[in-house]
């Protein structure tokens, strides 16, 4: 079935520093990509939606400038948050259509833990 | 605007009792449903979904039906598993958030904790 990889699954940084996310569907190609981040114990927030070859569309409240988002190829988007302060730590996660599949469901990679200390 | 409510966590159950985690929505238009289950470390895996009013939607041994009349959408399971222990999250799309690339709204998410 289909397969997003998500990579790293966990890291931790120091405040001020930089940490690049990546998101692959492995086996189908995806024209759009989503972001998602995770509080403890709270729903998935949306954070922007990530479309191959052109600008992310950020939702409301989400700093573009702080969270980068590139979505290079059909099968890669990446997340980048610069400069980290641990308000940041979070779970994130991401997800991707099949865009031959007009009715294919959401997969969801296993997301990244980041932690910000 | 679209919005998903689900009922709060922790829901503690014995292992084969009877489960219900009530979801409800407000959309605009006619939205598809879903179901989505997240085990502890890893992200969302699709349960079940439904997409037009009275479907049932089903999957091992869940079942949902879309109930337009009430705008929800409750999943039930009628015999529970230590295995199930999870975080489940009801959500929608509707033809707009669908149009632009499926975007989901999330509801809340619940946990559920089966002890043996």
């Known amino acids: 079935g289909a397969v997003v990889s998500q990579h790293p699954s966990r890291v931790i940084c120091k405040s001020g520093t930089s940490v690049k996310i990546e998101c692959r569907s492995l086996?189908?190609?995806?024209?759009?990509m989503f972001w998602y981040r995770q509080f403890p114990k709270q729903s998935l927030m949306l954070m922007a939606t990530?479309?191959?070859?052109?600008?992310?569309?950020?939702e409301q409240g989400v700093e573009k400038d702080k969270f980068l988002i590139n979505h290079a190829s059909l099968t890669l988007s990446t997340l980048t948050v610069t400069s980290a302060h641990p308000e940041d730590s979070s779970f994130y996660i991401c997800?991707?259509?099949?865009?031959?599949?007009?009715?294919?469901?959401?997969?969801f990679g296993n997301g990244t833990r980041l932690t910000v200390t | 605007g679209n919005s998903v409510t689900q009922m709060e966590g922790p829901v503690t159950l014995s292992e084969e009792a009877f489960l219900t985690i009530n979801c409800t929505y407000t959309a605009t238009g006619y939205p598809s449903l879903f179901w989505y289950v997240q085990y502890p470390g890893e992200g969302l895996q699709l349960l079940l979904k439904a997409t037009k009013a009275d479907d049932k939607g089903s999957n091992k041994g869940f079942e949902a039906t879309y109930r337009k009349e009430t705008t929800s959408f409750h999943l039930e399971k009628g015999s529970v598993q230590v295995s199930d222990s999870a975080v489940y999250f009801c959500a929608l799309s509707d033809r707009l958030l669908y149009n632009q690339g499926g975007k989901l709204i999330f509801g809340q998410g619940t946990e559920l904790s089966v002890k043996p």
């Open positions: 990530s479309n191959e070859g052109s600008k992310a569309t950020y």
């Open positions: 997800s991707a259509r099949d865009r031959t599949g007009a009715n294919s469901p959401l997969h």
């Open positions: 086996d189908f190609q995806a024209t759009t």
